[in-house]
């Protein structure tokens, strides 16, 4: 087989695979490869026509843009070409794209210096926006025509949708704009506007979207504009096609603030630089600051400036000479899977890891990934050998995204959980989700898989002390993860407690230790023996017990006794403290390995000594409510209204337990099914003893509805619900919100209709963004620091 040959088989695989994906990508929205595995394709094909011309062809991928227009929609044909861009990769890309156009303009271009520096080009710079291509046509500064790119020629016509826009003007404000327009732009999501769709698709048992682009894409393409209008999409413009009965300024930015006066948005990001050198400046800064950004981008687009200078470098078969994109390291690659290798944590959890092929993403190699756990293996369809799609964006863990099915090999292999610990041999059991509802208890599976071990699990415990002794818990600085898989493994430490007994001669001995870093150890451990009980609740380490927990219960019940004695149910009482997380913080307590170890630790003469110890906070005292009591012990038939009526007939819990049946009759219009459904729930074994028990120990904590109230000293943000994003300067975020907590105010990590400021500093991204979609009031660092010192409180 001659070599052109062997070619002309290889440019029809390639242009058969890019079709494809260009079809899933264009017209179905559903991108089975990510985009830079469709770029490799895409340059080897340009590389083998560039070596043979006679094999190019009118419908080759190289000479067209997308994919075909999809039936549903009307045709629409594209007077000026819709073209897509050219692509710099590399740094040296960007320098050649500079070289050429350089080149192209060299007897328009004023002469170089002395030195042999040439003359430089002025570039317009702007993000490369992740949406769907959109074509707007105005007429007399009237919205006629919504189309998309499709495949550059012709595209679908979907005017009712973008008509749905909420920020595409449906007339054009001002006055100079030609009689007849196109405007092109980028049709896409943000970040936050995504979070908020996903959501809503989840909660109502629809399919979920891999990513914003796909998101954007399928919500513009819909053959409903209802279902459009109701997605939160958003236009950025960035250039402009037919052009009739007027003129447009004669650069690219001009035209874009133009764009901007007569109400077409365009990016606030939007620069002018002089040089190659201003567009990697650009670049660079664009770069760091991607995660921040409200929307995602791939890359930034150059173009030449002057628009007379576009015009003289004119276009190649499907790009433009004037113009490139220049992407960032991809997010997202192709690889194999390796295996699935199990992790035990510090609360037992059997997590899968995702052993792969070292592959590069985002500049970083990448050899594992996490996978969460069995139920998001179940829901990928993941199987050992499977080509998958990994991502990684910022210092995120890279994450399995799509497993590529059509690449599976014959040989896969289904994905099991251990049936014993890969640390300690013991058990691996599936935990249990029990829901109660009025009477009833349900289980079903949940998705976490749990070692049985406990502390006998090396693994455990190893994570066990590395959290305890972590920044936000005890804080015993110096104490590393290597350092404490040394202790574990000697034999030194086998509970949390042991590093209180640690002895001078015993540190000395570890690896890497000296006389001044032994002491410097043993000074930190001994620096942390007055913790703050909320500290010392959330360095335990309890399941689902995370800082703003612990410091809830410490707080409100004041004392770690009562913490630990405290039952499911009166813990249900404090705020944000579900069933579940209630039985999890009972049951950690109520084992007798965990006692022992807790015990060990309040040791007068080698423990710790518990500060910020009181009585319950005043907000809590006599919270609860008879009636209140009555539902919350979920009895059949017996609803708020219901428990109001027997609470206000029998005035004491006592008495609805003894009332019989003759005494329910009394009860105004209590349904004869209600008043048998709670005989029997008190006359079954249990029942009256445990609801007994907890009224008992809601007396005994002063929240009983006869314990004596107390007025709160008020506290001045007590109720209200901040968020801080972005980077703060003249402190540090998590000082920010130690401060703001002394004032009585929940932080939080998100933004939500229920916040009621957001502080925000340099960087600040989607935060920002739906705080000012839901109209939060926003904050900078200044107006931080005068609240703060407004209460006394100083930097």
């Known amino acids: 087989m001659t070599d052109t040959q062997t070619a002309a088989q290889r440019i029809a695989q390639l242009r058969s695979e890019l079709d494809a994906h260009n079809h899933r990508y264009y017209v179905l929205d559903e991108p089975s490869v990510p985009d ?24 080759s991928p190289t000479q067209r843009v997308g994919g075909a227009a999809a039936s549903a929609f009307g045709e629409v044909r594209h007077e000026v070409p819709m073209l897509s861009l050219g692509n710099a990769f590399l740094e040296q890309d960007l320098l050649d794209f500079d070289r050429r156009v350089r080149e192209g303009l060299a007897d328009l271009l004023p002469a170089g210096d002395l030195f042999g520096g040439g003359a430089e080009v002025e570039y317009s710079c702007e993000p490369k926006l992740d949406g769907l291509a959109v074509s707007l046509l105005y007429e007399n500064g009237q919205l006629v025509r919504g189309a998309t790119r499709g495949d550059g020629t012709t595209g679908e016509d979907i005017s009712a949708n973008v008509r749905t826009v909420r920020n595409i003007p449906l007339r054009l404000q001002g006055e100079g704009w030609p009689a007849v327009l196109e405007v092109r732009g980028e049709v896409f999501m943000s970040k936050a506007g995504f979070e908020a769709l996903n959501q809503r698709q989840a909660e109502a048992g629809a399919k979920t979207f891999a990513n914003p682009r796909n998101a954007a894409a399928g919500s513009l393409r819909q053959l409903d504009p209802k279902i459009t209008a109701s997605r939160p999409l958003e236009l950025c413009a960035y250039g402009f096609g037919r052009v009739e009965g007027g003129s447009l300024p004669d650069t690219q930015v001009g035209i874009l603030e133009a764009f901007k006066s007569w109400g077409v948005p365009v990016s606030r990001e939007l620069k002018r630089v002089q040089g190659v050198g201003g567009c990697q400046a650009y670049y660079a800064d664009i770069g760091a600051r991607r995660d921040s950004l409200a929307y995602e981008i791939d890359g ?63 500049g970083v190699t990448v050899s594992n990934a996490t996978l969460h756990n069995m139920d998001e293996v179940a829901r990928l369809g993941l199987m050992i050998g499977d080509t998958v799609i990994i991502r990684r964006a910022g210092d995120v863990i890279p994450q399995v995204m799509q497993v590529v099915t059509e690449r599976r090999p014959a040989d896969a292999r289904p994905v099991h959980v251990p049936e014993h610990c890969p640390v300690c041999g013991s058990l691996v059991e599936r935990t249990q989700l029990v829901k109660r509802a009025k009477g009833r208890e349900s289980v079903s599976e949940g998705a976490i898989y749990r070692c049985v071990g406990r502390l006998f699990c090396q693994a455990q415990l190893k994570q066990s002390i590395i959290h305890f002794v972590s920044r936000r818990a005890m804080d015993i600085d110096g104490l590393g993860d290597k350092i404490v898989e040394q202790l574990v493994d000697k034999g030194l430490v086998k509970s949390p407690a042991d590093l209180y007994r640690l002895r001078y001669e015993q540190v000395i001995e570890l690896e890497g230790f000296a006389e001044l870093s032994t002491q410097n150890l043993l000074n930190a451990i001994a620096d942390s023996r007055k913790p703050s009980l909320a500290r010392f609740i959330y360095a335990l380490g309890i399941p689902d017990v995370g800082e703003e927990t612990a410091k809830l219960l410490a707080r409100a019940l004041g004392s770690l006794q009562r913490i630990q004695k405290a039952l499911p149910e009166v813990l249900t009482y404090l705020p944000d403290v579900g069933g579940e997380v209630a039985y999890e913080i009972h049951n950690f307590f109520a084992d007798e390995h965990n006692r022992k170890v807790i015990a060990e630790l309040l040791d007068a003469e080698h423990g710790v000594h518990l500060q910020e110890e009181g009585e319950v906070a005043a907000e809590f005292a006599a919270c609860a409510t008879l009636p209140g009591f009555i539902d919350k012990l979920n009895i059949p038939f017996i609803a708020a209204t219901g428990a109001e009526k027997l609470a206000s007939r029998f005035g004491s819990l006592e008495g609805i337990i003894r009332a019989d049946w003759l005494d329910l009759r009394q009860v105004d219009r209590l349904p004869e099914r209600a008043a048998k459904s709670l005989r029997e729930f008190f006359d079954a074994a249990g029942n009256a003893e445990r609801a007994l028990a907890i009224e008992a120990q809601l007396r005994e904590f002063g929240m009983h509805w006869a314990s004596e109230k107390k007025v709160a000293e008020g506290l001045p943000l007590a109720g209200q619900t901040w968020v801080l994003t972005g980077t703060l300067e003249a402190m540090s975020r998590d000082v920010a919100k130690e401060h703001l907590e002394s004032l009585g105010a929940k932080v939080a990590g998100s933004v939500s209709a229920k916040t009621h400021c957001v502080v925000a500093g340099p960087g600040a991204g989607s935060k920002l963004t739906k705080a000012q979609e839901l109209s939060v009031p926003v904050m900078d660092e200044e107006g931080l620091l005068k609240l703060l010192a407004g209460y006394g409180i100083g930097a």
């Open 36 to 59: 830079a595995e469709y770029d490799r394709l895409f340059r080897e094909l340009q590389a083998l026509e560039a070596e043979h011309p006679e094999l190019v062809s009118i419908d």
């Open 300 to 362: 930034v687009v150059f173009k030449v400036n002057r628009i007379d200078f576009q015009r003289e470098l004119g276009f190649r078969a499907r790009e433009p000479r004037w113009a490139v994109a220049h992407k960032f390291p991809a997010r997202e690659e192709l690889t194999e899977l390796l295996d699935v290798e199990f992790q035990v944590g510090r609360t037992g959890a059997v997590t899968p890891v995702a052993r792969l092929k070292p592959v590069q993403v985002a």
